[in-house]
């Protein structure tokens, strides 16, 4: 989860995450799904979802559109600070309804046609509404161009990182960098913002020369990445910047790409090349890395976040660069490479569940810092009760999470506090065969507290319900 990087709320275990209406495109006829023409949809079966409405952030996404596929085809221009933008939308609806309605804001809307029929859409709070009437499960094609400078969105949350805001940032030189938990997309494309509805990716940006563009995929020639697995929109990243490659090679020729600012991030650079030595260790743990490449890209904040197959990493370093820094950075790198299993693969159904990917990964870097440092059990558990304790009269228990606290800590060590303790009574072999089996069996699925309570149980031979339960719910550690 984005991870603030210099000013933790809870600090690691050893010293050392408006609106502007758009002009509606020149009046035309209203179009009708049924004028589609033929088209395989088939093809984009793999992002098939069944979208749920957000009990936490209610405006955002529509349970009543599943996109199965995303084709942006964007040109930065970094002199006028401007983004023209084409997004193709290939689009299941789960019911009747009279038109299309997704997340976008700030962008001027200069084109629309469903199904190649010319259309109206206009932007009003936050929305993009384009009224073409729809049939449940008769997918259907927009296509939107635009153009603008984006801006980005509030962060609810009261994190140190929340000032930052969210979504697509345009710095002074004309770089560009996204963080969009648990929204932002809106800010630079047209999107269903819940994490229930991933959808396959092909993203391609065109830059000026000596500039690079980076994003969530596999890469290919020309600023081109494609996903081939589901993503959900908050796990999609895009950079623009003049950017430093360095490749290398992970676990069984797993492909890496580092990219980082020349002479500002050389330090950074040092640990991400520890990158192999991580995913080795979570794959000895967790079973194979899902993703067919995996890499990092810095940026100028102060947040970590786990985007998939290419982790945007804050590189903004205050103070002279020590071992201790250097340390924190590197458990933010095994806990973002950890979501890649814990969030990215296997992804919460709606926010109320965060504490499924955080206290995951949370407790995963633990292990890690356990390991390389030496502490003992008694230490880690020691350490998860006083700030449990701390946590909850602060922030409430990590399952009923108040809405305008989004990702406060009680979500990530509360969580992992539950975790250990049902660590201890499995022992490592049961506990470890548990968390492998969870990540391994049911890849590219959305999964929530009933399901991981089912999935333990059955692993388990054991009712594990209350205990798990307790952890989520109480608003004391439980004993």
Request: with cysteine.
């Given at each position: ?170 710095t002074k030189d004309g770089s560009l960098w996204a963080m969009q938990e648990p929204w932002g997309a809106l800010t630079w494309y047209p ?289």
């Amino acid at each position: 989860m984005r991870r603030a990087l210099l000013v933790l709320a809870v600090p690691l275990l050893v010293a050392g995450c408006t609106s502007a209406p758009a002009a509606p495109a020149p009046p035309a006829p209203v179009a009708s799904a049924s004028a589609a023409p033929a088209v395989d949809y088939a093809a984009w079966a793999g992002g098939k979802s069944a979208p749920v409405a957000d009990k936490l952030y209610p405006r955002r996404g529509n349970p009543g559109l599943d996109v199965l596929h995303y084709d942006l085809k964007l040109d930065w221009a970094p002199a006028s600070k401007t983004l023209t933008g084409t997004a193709t939308l290939r689009i299941r609806p789960t019911k009747d309804a009279a038109g299309l309605s997704l997340d976008f804001t700030a962008l001027t809307v200069d084109k629309v046609t469903v199904d190649g029929v010319p259309a109206t859409g206009a932007v009003a709070k936050e929305k993009l509404t384009v009224p073409v009437a729809v049939t449940a499960d008769r997918p259907v094609t927009l296509v939107v161009d635009y153009h603008g400078t984006p801006k980005t969105v509030p962060m609810p949350s009261r994190r140190g990182d929340a000032d930052e805001g969210l979504g697509l940032h345009v710095t002074k030189d004309g770089s560009l960098w996204a963080m969009q938990e648990p929204w932002g997309a809106l800010t630079w494309y047209p999107a269903n913002e819940h994490p229930s509805d991933e959808a396959l990716y092909d993203i391609a940006v065109t830059v000026p020369k000596g500039w690079s563009a980076v994003a969530s995929g596999t890469p290919s020639a020309g600023f081109r990445y494609s996903s081939k697995d589901p993503v959900a929109t908050y796990l999609v990243t895009l950079a623009v910047g003049k950017f430093k490659k360095t490749t290398a090679t992970g676990p069984h020729g797993l492909p890496l790409t580092y990219w980082t600012r020349p002479k500002v991030d050389d330090n950074l650079l040092t640990v991400l090349k520890k990158s192999p030595a991580a995913i080795t260790w979570l794959e000895k743990k967790f079973g194979p890395y899902p993703f067919p490449t995996a890499g990092v890209v810095t940026v100028d904040s102060i947040s970590g976040m786990e985007t998939q197959q290419m982790i945007t990493l804050g590189g903004k370093v205050t103070g002279k660069w020590n071992k201790e820094q250097a340390g924190n950075y590197e458990s933010v790198l095994v806990h973002e490479y950890a979501h890649h299993w814990f969030g990215d693969s296997v992804t919460t159904r709606t926010w109320t569940d965060l504490w499924l990917n955080e206290g995951w990964t949370t407790y995963v870097e633990y292990l890690w810092q356990q390991e390389r440092d030496g502490f003992s059990d008694a230490d880690l558990e020691r350490y998860l009760r006083q700030n449990d304790a701390k946590l909850r009269k602060k922030a409430g228990p990590p399952g009923r999470p108040n809405p305008a606290y989004f990702a406060e800590s009680n979500v990530y060590l509360c969580p992992a506090a539950m975790l250990k303790e049902l660590h201890d009574k499995l022992g490592d072999k049961a506990f470890f065969a548990l968390a492998r089996d969870w990540v391994q069996t049911q890849r590219n699925t959305h999964q929530d507290r009933a399901s991981f309570i089912a999935f333990v149980n059955k692993k388990a031979g054991k009712e594990y319900g209350p205990l798990i339960n307790k952890w989520l719910d109480s608003k004391t550690t439980p004993a």
